[in-house]
Each structure stands twice: as C-alpha cells, then as structure tokens.
C-alpha cells in the first residue's frame, strides 16, 4: 500500500489482523470465466465469430476491430464498427446484441449487464475518443484531423497549463 494517510494504514492493519487471529484465510478458485471470456475475444478464433454473429444483422455494418478491458471480474467489450453513409446506431445495437447472444453461448456462466456499459461514451466527452476515434463529423463538419485535436489538447492544455511565468 502506497499512501501517506496514517489513519488508513492502521485501519487496513487492522482489517488484516483479524483473519488472521482467527486462523488464516483460505481462498478458492470456483471459476476464472471472465479472464477466459476476455482472452477468447481478443483471439483471433473469437473475433472471428463475434465478427460473423455481428455482421450477419446487416447489410452495411461491419466489425472493424474489438477492444477488451478488465476491471475486476467485469468484461467490457468496445466494438468499432464501420455502418457506411448513416451513423448507424440500431445497426450497431442489433449487431451487438446479435455478438453478446453468440458469446454467451461460448460462456454460459457470463452475465451480460447492459448493453452500454459508458466504455463506448456515446454522446459523451471521454478521453477514449481522442484515442481511438469517433466518427467522421472531425472531418466533414470541424475540417480538421483526430491527431491535430490531440495535439492541440496537448499543447495547449497540458503543456500550455504548467506554469511558463519568467522566473
């Protein structure tokens, strides 16, 4: 533990103290599903078939790629789809609905919880859309690139916050 607030390393000793005075703690591994799930996507094997179950909803939409990320025993899964002229939302939708049905065949033992899960950031700031891109209206309506935003959201408000006064 890395911290500097004495209170809450007494506290966790404490915590830890506890199990331990009344035996130890034994821990069993039941079921490893949703590193296995995870590992599954991010084959190729596994996108193979969630790119079939996703693009046999359409005409138009395509899977172009898959993005896998843990946090504790929870799976989410960004999809990044190509849908032609429209944005495409309820193709997307059918089409991930269609991937998820697929995929919890492979994985009985895995809950969906929601479709969107706020990984995908619809109609929401988030860093990830810098990074990975959303859309065309950069293009079209701001007549810019992705990479020239990024660089002036580092320049000017990463390097341009630190203080430049003259010393």
Known sequence: ?????????????????APNAGGGVTTLLIQDAPKRCKAWIDSVEGYGVIKEAFESTSRFARLGSLKCTMAG???????????????GM????????????????HFPNV??????GNYCTNKKPATI???EGRGRIVKSLLKT????LVNLNTE???IGECDGGEY
């Open 111 to 116: 809950t969906m919880l929601a479709l969107l």
């Open 129 to 131: 859309n810098w990074i």
């Open 156 to 158: 000017k408000n990463l």
């Open 1 to 17: 533990m890395a911290t500097a607030e004495g209170i809450l390393v007494v506290t966790t000793f404490r915590g830890c103290k």
């Open 73 to 87: 025993r929870t799976v989410f899964t960004r999809f990044a789809t190509v849908t032609g002229d429209p944005r």
């Open 90 to 105: 309820n193709m997307i939708r059918k089409g991930t609905e269609k991937a998820l049905e697929v995929l919890q065949k």
């Open 145 to 148: 690139t992705v990479e020239a």
